[in-house]
């Protein structure tokens, strides 16, 4: 069986959540940095990992890793591989992907560079002179940094964040696979009440009902190696039904809350989607009057930051206002994303530990704050 250099492509402080996924699937990371989660598999390897993995971004065949100062160099290294072993003469090869710190530092060349190394090759291997590039479609990404050219083919098509639940969103959403890593994060405990008081679109909660589910994140949607043939429709068939077969019907007690009437309706018709509908209870209601009975619990939201919604003042009060509230929850934990680096002293209460991340294009952290153990057979 072919062995791959499977690459996962992640958000910037999301890799060590999405190594554990790949350990959880039961491969050995053979690599972990920044951006990217590298490990040996099989084709059914990324089959796999496109269904299941919740916090990456994409799922990659690494083809060629190589020096390139120079287009010869990029070219050269670009023919050599045996392209024949994935693309056919009819398929298709688009072409995209970045340049930093390099010599090359033409993105429009570079990419013409590789296109054009790849019809020679197929064009040579094929013994023709035209490609017509009608049927599957395998899109070639690379990058460049500090001249080190690496090849990939890309087998998600759209980034994994897009599960199909989500078709409609309020204006700022967080994105699924942050909120499915701060789910992660917090190794909430599904025995135990969880809160969203900012919920949105409902990401965060949804992401985490889905998890406790073991309800695999792609299994609504496809993927574009879907239509590759080096994955047979047995392997896509019996993949899809382990997924299925592995759902964990638990008993969830989810709470999710925005101040916005429409907002809130629209939470709910997504986590109908995404077939958590019942596991989460949606409530028209002010982040700061949040109360609760149970003792513990866990707490994860993605307040406003004031950079594209709200006043950063307001956004400032709102800080304040909330860590009253959450303090009246003194037995629970908190795991707060926002953008503001002097929220602890807004908050009121210096953070246990701190993790940057980005929420979309903007720099974040992820404020945590632990409380202690609810004590063994706690009931709910």
């Known amino acids: 069986m072919e062995k791959l250099e499977i690459v996962i492509t992640t958000l910037f402080g999301l890799e060590s959540p999405t190594a554990r996924e790949v350990r959880r699937l039961g491969y050995e990371t053979t690599s972990v940095e920044d951006g990217r989660v590298t490990f040996t598999g099989d084709w059914e390897a990324v ?15 690494k083809m060629a890793e190589f020096t390139a100062a120079s287009f010869d160099d990029l070219f050269e290294g670009t023919k050599a591989v045996e392209w024949q072993r994935l693309i056919g003469r009819n398929d298709a090869f688009p072409v995209k992907g970045y340049s930093l710190k390099s010599k090359l530092a033409s ?13 020679d090759k197929l064009m040579s291997v094929y013994g023709i002179s035209w490609l017509p590039e009608e049927e599957t479609q395998y899109k070639i990404q690379f990058s460049i940094f500090k001249d080190k050219a690496t ?13 199909g639940y989500r078709r409609i969103s309020n204006i700022a ?68 039904e382990e997924a299925k077969s592995l759902t964990r019907d638990v008993p969830l007690e989810i709470y999710a809350s ?46 406003p930051y004031g950079e594209r919604i709200g006043d950063k003042d307001e956004c400032r009060q709102l800080y304040a206002d ?27 209460r210096r953070a246990d530990k701190k993790r940057k991340l980005y929420n979309g294009m903007i720099k974040c952290d992820l404020y945590q704050f632990f409380a202690p153990r609810p004590p063994k057979n706690t009931k709910k």
Not at 52 to 58: D, K, L, S, V
Not at 194 to 199: A, H, M
Request: glycine share 8%; proline share 4%; hydrophobic share 40%.
């Open 47 to 61: 089959y796999r990992a496109n269904l299941w993995i919740r916090t990456g971004e994409r799922v990659l065949v």
């Open 107 to 119: 993105v429009r060349d570079c990419q013409a560079i590789i296109k054009k190394a790849v019809a």
């Open 151 to 163: 090849i990939m083919i890309d087998t998600s098509g759209d980034g994994l964040h897009k599960r």
């Open 173 to 240: 959403p967080i994105k699924e696979t942050l909120a499915a890593a701060m789910a992660d994060i917090s190794r909430w405990r599904y025995e135990q009440p969880l809160c969203d008081p900012f919920c949105g679109s409902g990401t965060i909660p949804i992401e985490a009902a889905m998890m406790k589910r073991n309800i695999a994140p792609g299994i609504m949607r496809e993927f574009a190696c879907d239509s590759f043939k080096q994955i047979s429709d047995k392997i896509k068939k019996e993949t899809r």
């Open 258 to 303: 925005d101040i916005d009437p429409e907002t809130v309706e629209l939470a709910q018709s997504n986590a109908l989607k995404a077939g958590v509908g019942d596991a989460i209870s949606f409530s028209c209601q002010d982040a700061r009057g949040i109360k609760f009975d149970m003792p513990y619990g866990t707490i994860i939201c993605n307040p």
């Open 322 to 348: 909330i860590g009253k509230t959450f303090g009246r929850l003194d037995k629970w934990s908190y795991y707060i994303i926002v953008a503001d680096e002097g929220f602890e002293t807004m908050f009121g």
